[in-house]
């Protein structure tokens, strides 16, 4: 079973407009400037606020 009327390029691509990637919001760790996400654990030293930090395995 088809459409009953074509959906034009316009129509079609003013739909999809909100399907694009929108950057990564990155902040600094207060404790070691390094990049983290805002609200999540620092993956270079654990911390995460003023009264929580998470034990970070060393890589090798």
Do not use: D, F, W
């Not at 390094?34 to 090798?60: D, I, W």
Request: positive net charge; aromatic residues 2%.
């Amino acid at each position: 079973m088809l459409p009953v009327t074509k959906k034009s390029k316009m129509r079609k691509r003013t739909r999809r407009s909100h399907h694009a990637l929108k950057p990564v919001h990155l902040i600094a760790c207060p404790q070691c400037s390094q990049a983290r996400l805002p609200h999540g654990a620092c993956p270079n030293c654990g911390y995460v606020n003023t009264h929580t930090k998470l034990k970070v395995s060393a890589e090798e």
